[in-house]
């Protein structure tokens, strides 16, 4: 069972910026992606954005040269850079890796916040 553990998230003026972590209790480089979701309240949880370990990233339009995924195959964790935030990027985020085609195992979730 993989454990994640996430980190970074809280609460920032509109433009601001938030780097999320995402800690792996085995090494990262076993799993066939990563990703950040986000959830806001009344919404779908939705991919920010999916990284394959060839290091293909895939972002949602909404993020796209805002957000930015990277990792650290010795720390085990990968992360996400939030610049220029707004209002509408507050939800939970939440890290995921895959095994095959599929997002299996999850972090407890981080809540960010914008405020206008």
């Known amino acids: 069972q993989v454990q994640l553990v996430e980190s970074g998230g809280g609460l920032v003026q509109a433009g601001g910026s938030l780097r999320l972590s995402c800690a792996a209790s085995?090494?990262?480089?076993?799993?066939?992606?990563m990703g950040w979701y986000r959830q806001a309240p009344g919404k779908q949880r939705e991919l920010v954005v999916g990284?394959?370990?060839?290091?293909?990233?895939n972002y949602a339009d909404s993020v796209k040269g805002r957000f930015t995924i990277s990792r650290d195959i010795f720390k085990r964790t990968f992360y996400l850079q939030m610049n220029s935030l707004k209002p509408e990027d507050t939800a939970v985020y939440y890290c995921?890796?895959?095994?095959?085609?599929?997002?299996?195992?999850w972090g407890q979730g981080t809540q960010v916040t914008v405020s206008s």
């Open positions: 990284i394959t370990s060839g290091g293909n990233a």
């Open positions: 085995e090494t990262i480089t076993s799993f066939t992606a």
């Open positions: 995921a890796v895959a095994r095959g085609y599929e997002y299996k195992f």
